[in-house]
Each structure stands twice: as C-alpha cells, then as structure tokens.
C-alpha cells in the first residue's frame, strides 16, 4: 500500500469514526464487550425486515474484478460499486475473499457513514494453510502428528489475514477423507478420527487465539464442511452421501464436535446430500444433532451458493422454496446466492417463515459481531500499517519451513540411501517438479502466490556444498509428455551419481472439484521414472501429492521415496533440510497408500468382515481382491526415520481394568542407529467382540518422542473407559465389558508390541 492510499485512508478512517459515534447501533452496542447485550434486542426492533435478511447474505468480495472467484465457479457477484450500494443499503452483512485492508476500509467506512443502521460489515475468507505465508497443506501438517504445529501455524495465519481485515475464516475443514479419490481430502487432517479431532482443535485454538475473539489478531473458525461431505459415492467431489447414523456418530461427527467444544462458533453446511436430504436443508441434522443435542448456540452459514443447490439436487422446486428450505432447516446465512436476501422478506411477509425464525438468525450474527468487537471498533482489524508489517515476517517464513521440514513423510530408505552426501557426489535433479514454483502452495490457497514460494531447485543449490554439483532437467509435464525430455532426462542421469526424482501430481489434481479415477502418478512421469532407473543410478522419489498414491512400477521400486505432498512456501529448503540431513523425517502418513486405486475407499480402522484373510498370502473364499491384499502397502501411521527404531517390552499395568479404573500401557522404543530420530508412537486396540462390529484397530493416543542414537525411551500410555466408546445398538455412546486388544506400533500395520486386556463389568 503506498502512502498515497494510507493518507486516504487515514482520513475517511476519521471520517467513519465520527459517524460511528453518533450511529444508532454504537448507542446501542458501543459499551458491550464480547457478551451479548439486551440491546441487540433493541437494534433488532429498529431493523425492516430487509435489513434483518442482508445481515444472513454473504457474497464473494467484488473487488479488484471479484479475484474471490477463482477458486469457485463464477457467479454474480456484481461490481464492486453494487456492492457499495448493497452495504449502503442493508443488503449485505459481509463479504468473503475479499483483497486486504484497503477494500476492507473502503467497504467498513461506507457501512459506517451511509447505511441507515450502521451495522458494521464481516470480513471473511479461506484462510486454510497460511495467508501470504504459505504453510504445508493441512494434509501433510497432519502428518506431523504434532498438533502444537498446526496451532503455530494457524495463529501465524490468523495474525497475518486479520492485519488485512480478516475477521472469520472459513476453517478448518474437519472433514474425514476416507476416499482418496476425492480431491479435497488435501484440506483436512485425512482418514483417521482421533488426528482428526486433535487437529481441529489445534487449529481452532490457533486462529481464534487465547486473548478472546475481539483481540485485533483473533480470527473467527469455522468448522466446515457439515457433514460427511468426504463420503460422496465414487469419491466424486459433490456426490450423494449415504452413510449410517452410526457411522456419522462415530466417524464424521466427532472433529465437529470437538471444534465445537474448542470454542468454533460457526460451522457451514456441506453441499452433498445426506441418505437423501441434503445437508443445507437437513433439518435432522442442523437442529435435531447441532441444537437440541449438542447444544450449538453458534451460527450455521451454507456453503458457496449450497442454497440455491437444493434446486440442483432436486430437493426444491424453485429459489423461494429452497430459501425456505434452507432457513427452515437452520442455515442462519447464505452465502453467495442471494437467496436470502431476495426472497426472506417476502416469505416472512407471507407467513412461510415466521419472524421469530429470522429475528434468531439475524441474533446470532450481531453476537458474532459483538463478540469479534466490531461494534465496538469497526475498524479493529484494519490497518494498512499493520497488514504490510505482519507480513512474511522472518519468523513466519521460518515457521513455514519448519512445518513444511516436519511434515514429510519417509515411506521407504533401502540400504540408508538417505540422507544424501552434502558433498562430494553429483546430483541430478529430474521431473516436472525438479524446478518452478508452480507446484509449491497447493490447490486451496487464496492469498499466496507462487513468486513468493522458494522452489526445490533452489532449496537443494543451497543445501549442498557446491551448487555447480546438481543440474536439473524436467524430463516431463506433469500430464504430458515433453518432446526429448526422457532422453535429456538420461543423458542428466548418466552425468550424475545420484538421481532425485520430483514427480506426482500438480497442484490443480488435487481441492474442490479435483477427484481422480486413478490415483497414480500420472503415465508421461511413470515413463520418465521407468527410462531414470533403467540407468541403474539410485533414484530418491519426492512425491508431490494432494492425496495418497497408488504407486506402481519404477517410482514404487526406487530405493528412497520422500512424501513432500505441497509445502507451501519454503518448499525447497524444507525439502533440502530433510534429503541432506540437517533434520531428520518425522512426519507419519495421514492417509493409507494402497496398491491400487481400486481398493478406494480404503482406510486402516475397516472392518474384518466374517472372513478376514489372515496376514500373508491370499487364501480362498476370504476377504481380498484378486490382484492386491485387503490392507495398504503403505498403512496410515507409516513413516521411517533416519535411526534403527525398535520396539519391545510391552507391559501393561494389569491384565484388567476396572469399569471406573485406568490401564497404563507401556513399551520401551530404542534407536539402535546411528542418526537421531524422531519416532511417532501410537496406540491402537481393538474390540475382541461387541454388540457393534468393531474396527480391526483404532488408534487412541500417540506421542512424538525424540531418540538420540543409542537412546532408549518408555513411553507410557493410560487408557481408560472413555476411550473405548462407540455408538451402540440404540445410537448411544455405549461400552461393553469383554476382552480388548492393544498394540503398541510405528503404523496401523506394524505388530510393534501387542497384549491383551479385559473391561471388567461395573
Ligand atoms: C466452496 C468450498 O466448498 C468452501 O470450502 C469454501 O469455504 C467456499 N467455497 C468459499 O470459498
């Protein structure tokens, strides 16, 4: 912002503050602090019912072109003079993916001089991964496995997008991804519920921060998408969901409720349907669950244009009855239909909707507003000096390489091929992803921007001693073949001793809209790895993925392979720390990677089935396909380190565990290497047998530890009867006495240590 646009804004920044104290809705609100006050009643009395409706529409931020757009289909958003005239109005509550402090003051100061009320407007945006610093996709931070990193890195964003008048952002997005053919499993925490809970709360904690939502750098969460929206048949993006009460309760329920129970305050409906109801007019979901049963006091927003999809979905005959159908349900706000706005009024002024329904909805906005401080300074998060000096800051940019470094994954180090030499060895750096900073932020990033985003090429240059040692050849497109790459590709490989090999799939494969039949690195790269390794040069594998792979042939028989999914934006020095050295790998697969795509959805806490195969060899008539085992090659929780990790001494405190008793569970791990490691231990059990099948594992804790070479740690683990819950035959949160088993493993697959413990009967 030069200090042109400053000097203006300062002055209309003067001009807005006089109107604001005189405004009605300032002597009515201005002496509340973050509760919600008797005189939101009295605001609401004052409001036309027109006005009532605009507080429930949101619509995508027209400026600058309407940039909000591009990451959802166009639709009318207007120009950013309509909108103008909309806040002017009434019409109009807030905008989201909007463009900084600057627009955000253009629009606040027109809601503070010129609308009738002067109800000031909400800022919102996908602030998912970071927001001009880039942080690792939130699929690769879960593999982590260190939530205390993800609540880093979304405090680091939430300071960075309030700076530019950001007040909610709409995540996280807790959405179970069991189905890797869906694309948007890259936003979430993956397949597992427990990572998935612990995730969602470190990132609500991390954006809404610990100073209250009205401190200027507190930004709203929003728990999204409600619910089930990763099960669509197929994996297709969008597609119907039919899935068991149970199964909601046990699986896609539990990251919602524990967002809630962290202090989110809004959740967004999901656009797929459930057992034949869509979400955004569920009226069993949205109040019988959400309300009577949880107790959610919060505001529920559609997604983008969900509304007006229930006509899509053939749920409702026109825009009227789906407005009604929406709101009914308990969809508070619309966002970007206009649905609301346009038709709220009249079906209030015909009785369909009764006012005592919109006064509800429009309540819950203004406490969100009082609670963000907005009434009390409409301005808070608007500051054009603050926005450029919170910014890419050096501290941000090393968290972003800190979290990208911690969030790689080993899958595979035959004959400790990793870490490379930092000298002394030629290098050549193959693959679509081996140069360019395209590729590095990931397919859900609204504010980053490639240029900003260190690429590989240049992270490995400076890692090594001596730079003029690597060379780089792309080899391949990422779906298309390049014409003489595979052959320059060789050419590289011969000069070279060691091959590092970037290939996956690009950024636009993966997010909304982005599903897969075929989960495989894409054919021209599986050439280019075949052609790379008949030079028998050792070839590490970097994967770049938004997803688990199917991997298959030379890129599955490379000696070392490197899950580096999309980093953000300090992709090639984090991935330059890992492949040298400097740090160890620590990340854990947050997602299973199966042999085929065909086995999709696959995840590790599945059933046994009445004919389980037993481990090894395919027998008759139990349960595999023809081709591959039922199990992953590479299972949820599996990732090596650069130590020798092992394993032993599993003791349990007892063989029983009284009903309102505890059980401690224990395993000596040790690093016999000669690397230090950091090893991610993890409890899973099993229950024997119970009135609901249960799964074959399911993990219960987990815990990071750090292993010097030669050290040797117990790690203990206490269990009690709370984590043994599931949804019983009547749908309650139910535990049954019996026998339980209980693994302590580096994976869902590994044996690690295993015992045997019984839940004695009350
Ligand atoms: C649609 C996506 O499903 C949702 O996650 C996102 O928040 C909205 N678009 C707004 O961009």
């Known amino acids: 912002m030069d200090d042109r646009i400053s000097r203006r804004a300062a002055l209309m920044s003067v001009a807005a503050a006089a109107a604001w104290a005189t405004s009605p809705a300032r002597a009515l ?27 429930l529409t949101l619509m995508a931020a027209a400026w600058a072109g309407g940039a909000a757009n591009a990451l959802n289909p166009i639709s009318a958003t207007g120009t950013f003079d309509t909108q103008l005239a909309d806040v002017r109005a009434g019409r109009l509550t807030g905008v989201f993916n909007g463009n900084g402090a600057e627009m955000a003051h253009r629009m606040q100061t027109v809601a503070m001089r ?41 405090r680091a964003a939430a300071v960075e997008a309030s700076a530019a008048g950001i007040d ?55 728990a999204k998408h409600f619910v089930a929206y990763g099960a669509g048949e197929g994996g297709l993006d969008y597609n119907s969901v039919d899935v068991s009460e149970r199964t909601l309760r046990d699986v896609y329920f539990p990251p919602f409720q524990t967002a809630f129970g962290e202090g989110a305050q809004t959740v967004m409906a999901s656009f797929n349907e459930l057992s034949g109801i869509p979400a955004t007019a569920n009226p069993w979901l949205l109040d019988t669950v959400l309300r009577k049963e949880w107790g959610f006091e919060g505001l529920v927003v559609s997604d983008y244009t969900g509304d007006m999809e229930l006509i899509g979905h053939g749920f409702a005959a026109d825009a009227r009855e789906a407005t009604r159908l929406a709101f009914m349900a308990g969809v508070d706000m619309s966002m970007q239909s206009g649905f609301y706005i346009d038709h ?29 401080g907005l009434f009390e300074d409409p301005f808070r998060r608007i500051d054009p000096k603050r926005e450029k000096a919170r910014i890419r800051t050096a501290p941000m940019l090393a968290l972003a390489r800190e979290s990208a470094r911690r969030s790689i994954v080993l899958l595979k180090n035959d004959g400790d091929l990793l870490p490379l030499p930092k000298r002394g060895k030629r290098i050549a750096l193959i693959g679509p992803f081996a140069a360019g900073q395209h590729d590095l932020i990931g397919p859900w990033n609204v504010y980053g921007s490639d240029a900003d985003g260190v690429d590989l090429l240049t992270g ?27 052959a320059a590709a060789v050419a590289a ?4 001793d060691i091959v590092v090999l970037a290939i996956g799939e690009g950024q636009s494969m993966s997010g909304e809209a982005q599903s897969r039949d075929a989960i495989v690195v894409p054919a021209p790269q599986q050439a280019l790895a075949g052609a790379v390794a008949a030079t028998g040069k050792p070839v590490v594998v970097l994967l770049r993925n938004g997803r688990a792979l199917a991997l298959e042939g030379a890129a599955l028989a490379a000696p070392a392979i490197l899950v580096t999914w999309f980093l953000g934006s ?118 024997v047998a119970a009135s609901i099948t249960r799964p074959v594992r399911q993990l219960k804790a987990f815990r990071k530890i750090a292993l010097a070479p030669g050290a040797a740690q117990v790690v203990t683990f206490t269990l009690s009867r709370a984590d043994l819950l599931f949804h019983g035959v009547d749908m309650s949160p139910t535990v049954e006495p019996g026998v339980f088993n209980v693994w302590i493993a580096p994976s869902a697959q590994a044996e690690g240590v295993s015992g045997t413990f019984t839940l004695m009967q009350a």
């Open 29 to 55: 609100l201005g002496q509340t602090h973050g509760t919600l006050p008797a005189s939101v009643e009295s605001l609401l009395a004052r409001m036309s019912v027109e006005e009532k409706a605009g507080q």
């Open 114 to 154: 010129e609308s009738r009320l002067k109800i000031p407007l909400l800022f919102a945006a996908d602030v998912i991964h970071g927001f001009r610093t880039v942080f690792p996709v939130p699929l690769a931070e879960a593999g982590s496995f260190e939530p205390a990193l993800a609540e880093r890195t979304a």
């Open 460 to 486: 490995v240059r400076a890692a090594v001693a001596d730079p003029t040692f690597v060379t780089m050849t792309l080899g391949s497109g990422v779906e298309q073949p390049i014409p003489g790459g595979i």
């Open 344 to 372: 709220l009024p009249a079906l209030v002024s015909a009785g369909a909707v009764p006012m005592a329904r919109l006064d509800q909805a429009v309540r819950r906005v203004l406490a969100l507003k009082v609670k963000l």
């Open 493 to 496: 490989a011969r000069a070279a």
């Open 570 to 687: 300090q992709s090639g020095p984090a991935i330059g720390d890992i492949l040298f050295g400097a740090e160890g790998p620590s990340a854990r697969l947050p997602v299973s990677f199966p042999y085929a795509t065909g086995q999709e959805p696959y995840h590790y806490d599945h059933k046994s089935t009445g004919r389980p195969n037993p481990p090894g060899d395919s027998e008759p008539y139990k349960a595999h396909y023809r081709e591959v085992p039922n199990a992953a090659l590479f299972p949820f929780g599996h990732g090596l380190t650069y130590g020798r990790i092992t394993y032993a001494g599993l003791e349990l405190g007892d063989t029983r565990m009284a009903w309102d008793g505890t059980l401690t569970i224990r395993a000596t791990i040790t690093n016999s290497g000669t690397r230090a490691a950091e090893e991610v231990v993890q409890l899973y059990i099993h229950d």
């Open 168 to 222: 909610w952002t709409f995540a996280p997005m807790v959405d179970i991804a069991r189905d890797q053919r869906w694309g948007r499993g890259v936003e979430g925490a993956g397949e597992d519920v427990l990572l998935g809970r612990m995730m969602a709360a470190a990132r609500v904690r991390g954006f809404q921060g610990d100073r209250g939502l009205a401190a200027d750098d507190a930004v709203l969460a929003c």
